[in-house]
């Protein structure tokens, strides 16, 4: 058996190549209701988040990409297969971790994996041995004879992460994958869905309204909002230039100390009466906070607080769906 | 990699090609009745008219006395017909769950999201069902005409009713394959096994019961094809080329079997989806 003997080491899509999804104005209409509307997206190989608030179309658009929900209108592709022409190549290449619990009614955790990856057209025995090391992997070994009634919902989890896994897919959709899970068991899955996309090189798209869990897995995010795209890129680039932003309060003449720091160069915006928000540009070296003590002390101003805060994704979101 | 790392390994070894998990999921539905002892039970319990039929055949060639028990043509239809009840049982032990306890588990987002077909996932489900009902009705029918042979040590009453291999082999075909899509359609409306045994059971005896009640007044047996087993009785005397039981003419019995049918099958297409859509 050539199985054991290979350690992952794939190169999937490398960074230049295509696009693993692409959906182009694709529409999906529920009776009056369009969860999807026109949508089009774009998203590279790696790991890529697909944020939203809950009823943002997240899930709908996994479900058509697996072929559940037909479009109304629009194309969609995965790894460059048409999934109206081509859904059973699409799926035989895919692995889906759904949302709700699910699981094949009395079985154990090690039979219901193998079961799963004989569905996907592993013969008998590859797929009880890829079985065992996906548990393994997943964190179950040791639980893996039990039966799967007896799960936790953290167990739960990570069993739909192993039925996802079993078939070695070359892209995984996990659907708000740390649900309903305790913050160590959070941590866990996250370390897992973090392992597989940076060092198992494992294509993935994680759906979520979390935004740690996006930003902590993900290099790049497809933000939704209402069935609309909002925002899409990687997620460093949509945080803007590194940097710091600033709250900072002063004593002294307000107006003349934002002027001047716009002259030095940065980004300022007053926010109440004393109260103003600075972005200051990552230095080398450090000590960012003290560009803005020596221009108060060139300029007789005193700071009475300074806090720093680093751009997050929930600042990308924010600006995305339009919150201030 | 540590040696000890039990880390996520690529796959390299072969992978069958779409079009053969339904039998992926046939024998695992298989496998799994024949686990419960009480299901064996079943299986051993429903061989048993069969048991007897081989000694009513044994003697009937071995004790000129007992000639008068030397099976007819009729002989295999009344065992089929005796096997009904069997067919009842097992239907309801191994087909009341089948789609129910999948959906109960939400197990058909799971099914349909690996490279299977929505058919595929019904006829690995159907062949369950339709492998243990011709366990117990067209297997032991034909093993009987195969002992008639050997007991009486000629070709005689087989050369006699050759008819009788297509007309067993039809019917348990045309009943079988009713039951199976019958109860799976009814598997796929509910998420509770018990229930689905319970409405299965219902059609059954309320069709027989409305018929019956329609009997007893007007005393006409034209209107059988309301009741789901007597259509079929009607259509299964003539495949033994026996004159109906019923004044229904065959051809509509028959013709509301091809409706129960495709209206099981068109429940099955609407049922059995990835996802739940409520508009």
Same mark, same amino acid.
Request: charged share 15%.
């Given at each position: 058996m050539e199985t054991s003997s290979v350690i992952s080491q794939r190169e999937p899509q490398a960074a230049g190549a295509g696009p693993v999804v692409q959906l182009d104005g694709v529409t999906v209409v529920y009776g009056r209701n369009q969860a999807?509307?026109?949508?089009?997206?774009?998203?590279?190989?790696?790991?890529?988040?697909?944020?939203?608030?809950n009823g943002a179309g997240k899930s709908t658009m996994l479900k058509a990409l697996l072929g559940f929900i037909k479009p109304d209108e629009g194309r969609m592709s995965v790894l460059g297969m048409d999934v109206a022409?081509?859904?059973?190549?699409?799926?035989? &290449?895919?692995?889906?971790?759904?949302?709700?619990?699910?699981?094949?009614?009395?079985?154990?955790?090690?039979?219901?994996?193998?079961?799963?990856?004989?569905?996907a057209g592993l013969p008998a025995v590859d797929a009880m041995q890829r079985a065992h090391e996906v548990l393994y992997y997943v964190g179950l070994g040791e639980a893996r004879y039990r039966n799967l009634e007896t799960y936790s919902t953290g167990m739960k989890q990570r069993i739909k992460l192993a039925q996802a896994l079993v078939h070695d897919p070359d892209l995984l959709f996990l659907d708000e994958p740390t649900n309903g899970m305790d913050p160590k068991g959070r941590d866990e899955?996250?370390?897992?869905? &973090?392992?597989?996309?940076?060092?198992?090189?494992?294509?993935?798209?994680?759906?979520?309204?979390?935004?740690?869990?996006?930003?902590?897995?993900?290099?790049?995010?497809?933000?939704?909002?209402?069935?609309?795209?909002?925002?899409?890129?990687?997620?460093?680039?949509?945080?803007?230039?590194?940097?710091r932003v600033f709250e900072l309060r002063v004593k002294g003449d307000l107006p003349a100390f934002i002027d001047v720091l716009r002259h030095a160069g940065l980004e300022c915006h007053s926010t109440d009466e004393d109260l103003m928000r600075?972005?200051?540009?990552?230095?080398?070296?450090?000590?960012?906070?003290?560009?803005?003590?020596?221009?108060?002390?060139?300029?007789?101003?005193?700071? &009475?607080?300074?806090?720093?805060?680093?751009?997050?994704?929930?600042?990308?979101?924010?600006?995305?769906?339009?919150?201030? | 990699m540590p040696i000890h790392d039990q880390s996520y390994r690529r796959y390299q070894g072969g992978k069958a090609s779409p079009g053969q998990a339904w039998l992926v999921i046939a024998r695992a539905g298989i496998m799994n009745m024949l686990r419960r002892r009480a299901f064996l039970g079943v299986l051993i319990f429903a061989w048993i008219p069969f048991v007897v039929r081989a000694v009513q055949f044994?003697?009937?060639?071995?004790?000129?006395?007992?000639?008068?028990?030397?099976?007819?043509?009729?002989?295999?239809?009344? =065992?089929?017909?005796?096997?009904? =009840?069997?067919?009842f049982v097992v239907t309801i032990y191994v087909g009341?769950?089948?789609?129910?306890?999948?959906?109960?588990?939400?197990?058909?987002?799971?099914?349909?999201?690996?490279?299977?077909?929505?058919?595929?996932?019904?006829?690995?489900?159907?062949?369950?069902?339709?492998?243990?009902?011709?366990?117990?009705?067209?297997?032991?029918?034909?093993?009987?005409?195969?002992?008639?042979?050997l007991f009486a040590g000629s070709f005689a009453f087989l050369n006699a009713n050759l008819f009788l291999f297509p007309a067993i082999?039809?019917?348990?075909?045309?009943?079988?394959?009713?039951?199976?899509?019958t109860m799976l359609a009814l598997s796929s409306l509910s998420k509770s096994s018990r229930y689905v045994a319970v409405l299965f059971a219902g059609v059954i005896f309320f069709t027989k019961s409305i018929f019956g009640v329609v009997y007893a007044i007007s005393g006409d047996s034209s209107l059988s094809w309301l009741s789901f087993s007597d259509s079929l009785d009607n259509v299964v005397d003539v495949i033994f080329r026996l004159p109906p039981g019923y004044e229904t003419p065959w051809q509509v019995s028959l013709i509301v079997i091809l409706g129960l049918m495709a209206l099981a099958v068109s429940v099955l297409e609407r049922r059995v989806r990835g996802v739940e859509v409520v508009t």
């Open positions: 999807l509307k026109n949508v089009s997206a774009l998203f590279v190989p790696g790991a890529v988040g697909l944020l939203g608030p022409e081509r859904p059973l190549e699409i799926r035989a &290449r895919i692995g889906y971790m759904p949302e709700t619990d699910g699981h094949i009614p009395g079985m154990n955790a090690v039979s219901f994996v193998a079961y799963c990856g004989q569905l899955m996250l370390e897992l869905i &973090r392992d597989l996309g940076h060092n198992k090189n494992v294509n993935l798209i994680l759906s979520s309204h979390l935004l740690p869990d996006v930003e902590y897995t993900c290099d790049s995010v497809v933000v939704m909002d209402k069935g609309q795209v909002a925002a899409q890129g990687p997620i460093a680039e949509l945080k803007g230039p590194a940097g600075v972005f200051v540009p990552a230095v080398d070296g450090g000590s960012d906070q003290k560009i803005i003590f020596d221009l108060a002390a060139q300029h007789a101003v005193q700071v &009475r607080h300074l806090r720093p805060s680093v751009p997050t994704l929930e600042d990308v979101f924010a600006k995305a769906v339009g919150e201030e | 044994y003697l009937s060639t071995n004790i000129p006395q007992l000639e008068l028990l030397a099976p007819k043509a009729e002989t295999f239809r009344e =065992f089929l017909d005796q096997q009904q =009840f069997f067919v009341a769950g089948l789609i129910a306890n999948d959906r109960r588990a939400n197990a058909l987002q799971i099914y349909l999201s690996k490279p299977l077909l929505r058919a595929e996932y019904i006829a690995g489900k159907a062949a369950v069902l339709f492998a243990f009902l011709m366990l117990v009705t067209w297997v032991p029918a034909m093993l009987l005409l195969l002992l008639q042979v082999t039809v019917a348990a075909l045309v009943e079988v394959l009713l039951v199976t899509l």
